[in-house]
């Protein structure tokens, strides 16, 4: 298995192993492999897909249906920052779509390319984080932000971007 | 007695026993939307600062501990939109809004001296009067908080503390002094209805699956709370997560499962990782496992991560799901109580619905039905959000108005920036994607599920979207039929095809194109899409479309016969408007304007005529004075 972001083929392979191992081989617990499975690459790729196929005795099929079936899934790489902005019915009656228009203004992305060409930032919607108190929400990495507002969304763009700058 | 009934009591009395040697306990709330603004950073301040003055912290009790203050991380309090929440027992003092750098202050003050920090107390808008205490708070006042009682208050990740404040004792019961049918008995003369939204009787549910006979039965807790604009669930599994646990073990013992299913959204990590703790810490406790109580009786939980999809919501599909399939729902029947996970006779209940189950065997059924309607008795927790002063989670009984929520509780209805708006109510969604619109007709309905499925909304998971009169009802329709069409599992072809021709008719409303025609076409896919759909996602995804049709059904005429959007939000209906005080007459739009729809004096305020303009924009764009609003 070719892949670039690891040391090496044979050390993601034994990720991959190890994941499988732990749930049994049970091809009832795809959902939890493949959880962790993108826990550890990120994202699922189609290599990785057929791999858990066979381990698990399952049609490639099935197990690319299961995996897209599923909006947690990800089947491309997705940015360092994934920025979610929650689109549940407080936050869209706050405006929630007017900061999801500023930050793919700001990013240059869209709803077809929600990824930076740089691979530092994904935007997407998602239906509801569960925090409509302090709608609008939006999460970066799984860390909430309350109350934004779309120049508030920027400048935590525009901060993580210096971050990045910084870092390098 | 075995040697597990002796365990509750002992660490009852041992908890209690250290409790009673530390002198105050701050409990900080560590619900999602605290911890979004900052809680956990107050947490540690607050922790260093009752240090460096000497004193002991602690932030689990043991009983041959000796300590000055013990500090708690409790799950959601509800009042989300004013926290960090901070709260100092025994005085119950209530602080909002508090940061970091407050930590110093409160220890002095009130740790320290008894005093309160003025400056950290709630205001009540209304009267400007300050709130000491969350009793006094309006907010917390007219509610009834029975099931999220404990939220809040206890550490939801210190198992003792559940059982200090007798929990399950309930699932004792269950396991040692009662027989299954008396559980079942018991909760169907309770009246407890399913709160996922269905409202079917859960004691009935259970009376349903007790008697089938089979090797292996599953219990399921459905917590996919998927519906945008609710949180109980998350509330509850993160808050209290024991006590679904609890409602879980109750529910097994009642049906004769060994074996049970805790199904979590993945977007709920904090849910996943608190509920997993609870079952862990219940399993190390011997509480969970084999021999439960001594009954002779097994019973295994797993926690399972749902993928993010909304129709798992759906029975048939969350088994599917669980059995590692795409979770796409089945015809019923048979039913899950007959044949369910791996064919096996399951029963699902939604997370509060298993939570109320330990209170019912705890109170008696008589305390339960003294709360709510006669049709449905009980309370119902519910997320108040939009367009509403004080956002957050509620609880009330049902039969509770609508008026009484927004306007008591809620504190009234607020314009876009959060100032109270007199007479700006003009709607409430309800029950989601599932449910429908009240209005101001409705204001004195009594919540309920009989009441609000006589008017074609229902109960659902409990979302309440406070709107205001800048609230566009179509584009609500809208936002809620895009959010089932991008859902529908596209198994059935009602819900497929229906949802997907219905948000282009919607589309074509918003965009001006639509036609009395295009109503009638609309309203006649609803009822087919809601007659013919084979899951519930389909059966009430009309619903948003239809009570809005009903409800509002002006508006939908103003945008097909008058092309005007009553509430000025569809951008395609927008009718640019030159501003008389703004304009100074340069003229510039008129010479830029495609169509010369404009016209005016050299250095009067000019003017448009809707009649030729095709609302290009250019003239909003070109101005320099910002006079032309409306594009």
């Not at chain 2, 409202?199 to 399921?220: A, E, H, M, V």
């Not at chain 2, 999809?309 to 059995?323: H, M, N």
């Not at chain 2, 939604?350 to 309607?373: C, H, M, Q, S």
């Amino acid at each position: 298995m070719a892949c670039q972001n690891c040391k090496s083929g044979q050390d993601r392979l034994s990720k991959l192993c190890r994941i499988i191992e732990k749930n049994d081989n049970d091809p009832s617990k795809l959902i939890p492999i493949l959880h962790e499975v993108q826990r550890e690459f990120r994202y699922l790729p189609e290599d990785v897909l057929a791999y858990i196929a066979t381990a698990l005795k399952l049609p490639p099929a099935k197990v690319y249906g299961v995996a897209s079936f599923y909006s947690h899934f990800a089947l491309e790489p997705k940015g360092k920052y994934v920025v979610h902005i929650c689109d549940g019915t407080a936050c869209h009656v706050k405006g929630s779509m007017n900061i999801y228009d500023a930050l793919c203004e700001k990013l240059n992305v869209s709803e077809e390319k929600s990824t930076t060409e740089d691979m530092q930032f994904t935007v997407e919607t998602v239906s509801c984080i569960g925090a409509c108190g302090m709608a609008p929400v939006i999460s970066i990495n799984g860390k909430v932000y309350g109350q934004v507002t779309a120049e508030k969304a920027v400048e935590i763009i525009d901060e993580l971007s210096a971050q990045e700058v910084a870092n390098v | 007695m075995s040697k597990q009934m002796l365990n509750l009591e002992r660490i009852q009395k041992d908890y209690k026993t250290a409790l009673k040697k530390c002198k105050r306990r701050i409990v900080v709330c560590a619900g999602t939307a605290c911890v979004a603004n900052g809680s956990l950073e107050v947490f540690e301040a607050l922790k260093k600062a009752v240090r460096a003055k000497g004193l002991k912290v602690d932030v689990k009790l043991e009983k041959h501990d000796d300590v000055d203050c013990l500090f708690s991380r409790s799950g959601c309090r509800g009042f989300c939109q004013v926290g960090p929440l901070v709260t100092v027992e025994p005085s119950d003092t209530h602080y909002v809004k508090v940061k970091p750098e407050d930590a110093d202050e409160i220890v002095e003050k009130t740790i320290m001296a008894d005093e309160y920090v003025e400056r950290l107390l709630y205001v009540d808008p209304v009267t400007g009067e300050k709130c000491s205490r969350t009793a006094d708070i309006p907010f917390y006042k007219r509610q009834d908080r029975y099931v999220l009682g404990n939220c809040g208050r206890l550490d939801a990740e210190d198992i003792n503390q559940y059982i200090a404040d007798g929990g399950y004792t309930a699932a004792r019961m269950a396991y040692t002094e009662l027989e299954p049918k008396q559980i079942c008995d018991m909760v169907e003369k309770a009246g407890l209805r399913g709160r996922g939204g269905g409202g079917f009787s859960t004691g009935r549910k259970w009376n349903l699956t007790l008697p089938q006979k089979s090797d292996k039965k599953y219990i399921i807790c459905n917590g996919d709370e998927g519906d945008p604009g609710a949180f109980m669930d998350r509330s509850l599994m993160e808050g209290n997560p024991h006590r679904v646990l609890e409602g879980m073990m109750i529910a097994a013992r009642a049906i004769g499962a060994d074996e049970g299913y805790i199904y979590v959204r993945a977007e709920y990590p904090l849910a996943v990782e608190r509920v997993q703790k609870a079952v862990d810490d219940a399993e190390k406790l011997g509480i969970l496992g084999e021999d439960v109580f001594g009954s002779g009786v097994n019973l295994k939980l797993f926690v399972m991560e749902g993928a993010g999809a909304f129709v798992c919501g759906e029975e048939t599909a969350l088994i599917a799901s669980i059995e590692g399939r795409r979770g796409m729902p089945m015809p019923k029947p048979p039913f899950p109580a007959e044949c369910g996970l791996w064919g096996k006779p399951t029963c699902i209940n939604n997370v509060e619905t298993l939570a109320t189950v330990p209170l019912i065997l705890r109170d008696g059924v008589d305390k339960f039905l003294a709360y709510g309607t006669e049709s449905s008795p009980g309370t119902k927790t519910f997320a108040l959000t939009g367009h509403v002063a004080n956002t957050g989670l509620i609880e009330v009984p049902f039969g509770v108005t609508v008026r009484e929520i927004v306007y008591d509780i809620g504190g009234g209805v607020t314009d876009d920036a959060g100032n109270i708006l007199e007479d700006g109510f003009k709607a409430v969604q309800v029950g989601g994607p599932s449910g429908g619109c009240l209005t101001k007709d409705h204001l004195d309905l009594g919540m309920d599920f009989d009441s609000l499925r006589s008017i074609g909304a229902m109960v659902g998971s409990g979302g309440l979207v406070v709107m205001n009169k800048n609230t566009c009802m179509v584009q609500i329709a809208h936002f809620f039929m895009k959010f089932t069409q991008n859902e529908s599992c596209g198994k059935c072809v009602p819900c497929r095809e229906g949802t997907k021709q219905m948000l282009k008719l919607l589309e074509d409303i918003i965009e001006g194109r639509g036609t009395m025609e295009t109503i009638e076409l609309l309203e006649r896919i609803a009822s087919a899409v809601g007659k013919g759909s084979l899951c519930g996602l389909g059966k009430t995804a009309p619903n948003p479309v239809l009570t809005t049709l009903r409800f509002f059904r002006d508006e939908y005429i103003a945008h097909v016969e008058d092309k005007r959007c009553p509430a000025g939000q569809c951008k395609a209906l927008a009718m640019p408007e030159i501003l008389e005080d703004k304009c100074i007459g340069c003229g510039l739009c008129s010479r830029k304007c495609p169509v010369n729809a404009i016209t005016g004096e050299k250095k009067q305020p000019h003017s448009i005529d809707p009649d030729v303009c095709i609302k290009c924009g250019v003239c909003a764009e070109v101005c320099k004075f910002n006079a032309v609003i409306g594009v």
